[in-house]
């Protein structure tokens, strides 16, 4: 459930109506509802709230500071796989002590930053980054808590660019090597093995993969047992779908049931790093109609927005659901299958197409669950600034970042002299 409810016809995020938010910043704009960012963070910690937990937000799904905020007051722990990640929990008020930070790459400068911070663990991918951390961590004096990422080799069943727990994927170290590599991190001076992870794909629908790699995890945590490698934790990563279109995920609680069922009298804490599931349906992306038009029969409706503000359905082919703002009929509009479509010069410019929509010049449409891998993976392609964040808070509008101006798009930029 989300707060982006119609009264009377016209589109609400919690108490505001979307057209006043338009009508003061304009559009295409992003518009979150802080109601349904702290409800979904709520279904993970209370169905938690009875066995030891860090519940670390999957960061990248949306990183502004004013969600870190709101999630940090929450209690929320976060997963990041960068410094500038690091950076941004710090400046919203986060704990750093509450950071898990996952990442097949990460450099020596944010290893380094983040042992002179604390965070809670380092999920390592390979043995290389088992080397590099020990090394800096001695040289800091300092002994690094480390988990595995395992890859436990178990099929997510998602689309083949989010799913990450293949073994074909770049992601983790095998599971056929897990226990040697835990051997070596327990060999090594400056490494605290504490924990083992696992991050399997994103969007997963069905829970059935999420345990068959909890069941693997398990299993090893038991053989490192025997081998006097005793283990604090467990990080089942995020992964957890929403709904689209049809789809049905499980709900949290129905998830992690399953999972305090297997933890039962184990002595661990249970680290997740959900991301999608608390952001996605929190946000909406907000468009006006710039014009409609009609190419051999098929019907267009040109959008302000474009692939450079909301890049999933071009990226991925994802199906976001796009409806009215303002669903009173008004004389001028067309019914039909739209395209909907941006100004950017690419076919694959597109939100959504085949919508049967009522559209006319000047109507705002909103794409709903853009909430997550939205605004963060926009660009300034086309030089387009990107689209400001708005966060609602019941009757409150906050603009938690402003549009880019046109000046910003070349501030960094140089011209060189003749
Ligand atoms: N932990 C790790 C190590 C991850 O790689 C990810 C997401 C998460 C947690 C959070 O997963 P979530 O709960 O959001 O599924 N841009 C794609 C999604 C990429 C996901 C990458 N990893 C999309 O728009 O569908």
């Not at 939205?374 to 660009?379: P, R």
Request: glycine share 8%; proline share 5%.
């Amino acid at each position: 459930m989300d707060h982006f409810q119609y009264r009377d016809g016209a589109l609400f995020a919690e108490d505001i109506p979307i057209s006043d938010i338009v009508s003061k910043f304009g559009t295409p704009c992003f518009i979150y509802s802080k109601a349904t960012l702290v409800r979904h963070f709520r279904a993970y910690a209370d169905s938690l709230a009875d066995i030891p937990h860090l519940i670390c937000y999957g960061m990248k799904a949306n990183s502004n500071l004013a969600v870190l905020q709101t999630l940090a007051k929450e209690g929320a722990g976060f997963d990041i796989v960068s410094i500038g990640e690091l950076e941004r929990v710090i400046k919203a008020g986060g704990d750093p002590a509450k950071v898990v930070f996952s990442g097949v790459g990460k450099q020596d400068f944010e290893l380094r930053r983040a042992l002179e911070v604390g965070i809670h663990c380092f999920n390592v991918e390979s043995l290389a980054e088992l080397e590099h951390l020990n090394a800096i961590a001695i040289e800091m004096g300092k002994v690094a808590p480390v988990s595995l990422r395992i890859n436990p080799d178990v099929d997510p069943k998602t689309h083949p660019y989010i799913s990450t727990g293949l073994k074909a994927n770049k992601f983790g170290i095998a599971h056929k090597d897990a226990i040697a590599a835990y051997r070596r991190s327990s060999e090594l001076l400056g490494l605290s093995p504490v924990g083992i992870d696992c991050h399997i794909g994103s969007q997963l629908t069905d829970v059935s993969p999420l345990i068959e790699s909890l069941d693997k995890l398990l299993s090893l945590i038991d053989q490192l047992a025997d081998i006097g490698i005793q283990l604090k934790h467990i990080d089942l990563g995020g992964g957890l779908g929403v709904t689209y279109d049809q789809e049905t995920p499980p709900h949290p609680s129905e998830y992690l049931a399953l999972v305090k069922e297997r933890l039962a009298g184990r002595n661990l804490t249970l680290v997740l790093e959900p991301g999608r599931s608390i952001a996605a349906n929190a946000g909406i992306f907000v468009t006006k109609t710039i014009l409609t038009k009609t190419n051999q029969d098929q019907h267009f409706a040109i959008v302000d927005g474009a692939m450079n503000d909301l890049i999933r359905p071009s990226l991925y082919g994802a199906w976001q659901n796009i409806v009215p703002v303002d669903t009173t009929e008004k004389p001028g509009q067309i019914e039909a299958s739209f395209d909907i479509v941006g100004p950017v010069c690419e076919s694959g410019d597109f939100l959504g197409k085949a919508r049967t929509l009522r559209i006319q010049e000047g109507d705002l449409l909103a794409v709903r669950s853009a909430g997550a891998y939205g605004f963060v993976m926009g660009s300034n392609y086309n030089t387009r600034g990107r689209a400001p964040e708005i966060l609602v808070d019941i009757d409150q509008v906050h603009l938690i970042r402003e549009r880019e101006t046109i000046d910003s798009l070349w501030a960094l930029e140089h011209t060189v002299d003749d």
